[in-house]
């Protein structure tokens, strides 16, 4: 199947991301969101990336132009009708993936694939809201999409070579390099950094080290981009309580209990850099 038209559910941080790459590789796209306003914000976001890359000079005005012109947005998910191929980074909760996955059954045709970007929850029970399991698949992308080299592609118990196929293609068209992940919780991503974010909570909750040092220690002693609570703050803290809550959940194993106070500022609603206020202030 020759994939043209990519829709994009959810216009937050991951959906305006994965949206600008699939339209700078070429494909046209439908970003949609549960209101108009969200999806405009999700396209000015797209718009401002493009526009410092402009000034950059790593690409022309009329490339900017070209790229935002291949982007539709809309508020009714029926529009997701004209996709082959669809995304769903929506909340990453399960209640509202499950239902965006039986509403796009229903809307799409039947040989579009459904995947979903979610970080943690099974994609075989995503798949199982579907009459098509077969064609639903997990793609995974990293934060800032625009940046991050890596689509972690996850298959379910159901997913066919054909989708995964066409999965693992479509993210190199996107310049990314793919890698295969089998369907546990937390898939490899954050079965590995999310236990490590956790514990850098528990040291400040242990007053092990204040917020700096802690994130000084991992950057210039294990040479990570950033410290693992500006990660936290960068991901937002509830996306990083929901992942803790699904590797707990799904291996019933205390290593993977969330840390009081990751579940403290999320009660707070500090939640990181989208709330201007996590481990750090904005
Ligand atoms: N969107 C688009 N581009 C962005 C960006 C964003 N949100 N943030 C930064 N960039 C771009 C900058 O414009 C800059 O581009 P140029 O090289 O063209 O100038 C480049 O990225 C580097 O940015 P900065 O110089 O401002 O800062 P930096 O060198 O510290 O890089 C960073 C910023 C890329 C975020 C880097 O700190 C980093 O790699 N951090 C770790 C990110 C990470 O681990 N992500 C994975 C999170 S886990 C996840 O996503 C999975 C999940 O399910 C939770």
């Given at each position: ?95 509202l993936k499950f239902k965006i996955f039986q ?20 994609i075989g029970r995503i798949a199982a809201q ?20 890596l689509v972690e592609v996850i298959r379910g ?126």
């Open positions: 199947m020759d994939v043209k038209t990519f829709g994009v559910v959810g216009s937050g941080q991951m959906g305006n991301g994965i949206a600008q790459v699939a339209a700078t590789s070429g494909l046209n796209v439908i970003m949609s969101d549960i209101s108009l306003d969200f999806a405009k914000k999700g396209l000015a976001n797209i718009e401002k990336i493009l526009s410092k890359n402009v000034e950059k000079g790593k690409i022309s005005a009329e490339d900017k132009d070209a790229i935002l012109g291949r982007v539709a947005i809309t508020e009714d998910l029926k529009d997701m009708a004209k996709a082959d191929f669809v995304v769903e980074a929506a909340t990453e909760r399960e209640d509403d796009l059954d229903e809307i799409c045709g039947p040989d579009a694939i459904l995947s979903t970007n979610t970080s943690s929850i099974p579907t009459k098509r399991p077969e064609k639903v698949i997990g793609m995974h992308f990293m934060n800032p999409v625009p940046v991050m080299k118990i159901a997913t066919s070579d054909e989708t995964f196929k066409l999965t693992w293609d479509l993210s190199e068209k996107f310049g990314k390099t793919p890698a295969e992940a089998a369907d546990y919780p937390g898939f490899i991503a954050n079965r590995i950094l999310l236990p490590m974010i956790n514990e850098a909570v528990y040291c400040l909750y242990h007053g092990v080290g204040t917020r700096e040092d802690i994130d000084t220690v991992m950057k210039l002693g294990m040479n990570h981009p950033m410290g693992p609570l500006a990660l936290a703050d960068l991901i937002g803290l509830d996306t990083c309580l929901a992942i803790m809550e699904t590797l707990y959940e799904g291996f019933k194993d205390s290593k993977y209990r969330p840390c009081p106070l990751l579940r403290k500022y999320v009660e707070a609603g500090w939640l990181g850099r989208k709330t201007k206020k996590g481990f750090y202030d904005y």
